[in-house]
């Protein structure tokens, strides 16, 4: 197993917050089934942090 760290900015509006939920588009699913489509290997996100539905995130820093 390997630890990637992934700097990330979205827009948020037309998903559901950042945490996984049954049949709504969220920004944890969507970014895994990018990732697994790439590598072939089903992974699982763990954040920093996560926002509500419609919020945005931009990197300020680090």
């Known amino acids: 197993m390997r630890n990637i760290k992934l700097v990330i900015e979205y827009d948020g509006k037309e998903f559901n917050g950042w945490q996984k939920q049954p049949n709504k588009l969220n920004i944890q699913g969507t970014?895994?089934?990018?990732?697994?489509q790439i590598?072939?290997?089903?992974?699982?996100?763990?954040a920093s942090g996560r926002t509500d539905s419609g919020v945005h995130a931009l990197r300020t820093s680090g």
């Not at 970014?31 to 697994?36: G, R, V, Y």
Request: hydrophobic share 35%.
């Open 31 to 36: 970014i895994e089934k990018a990732i697994e």
């Open 39 to 46: 590598t072939g290997e089903e992974i699982e996100l763990s």
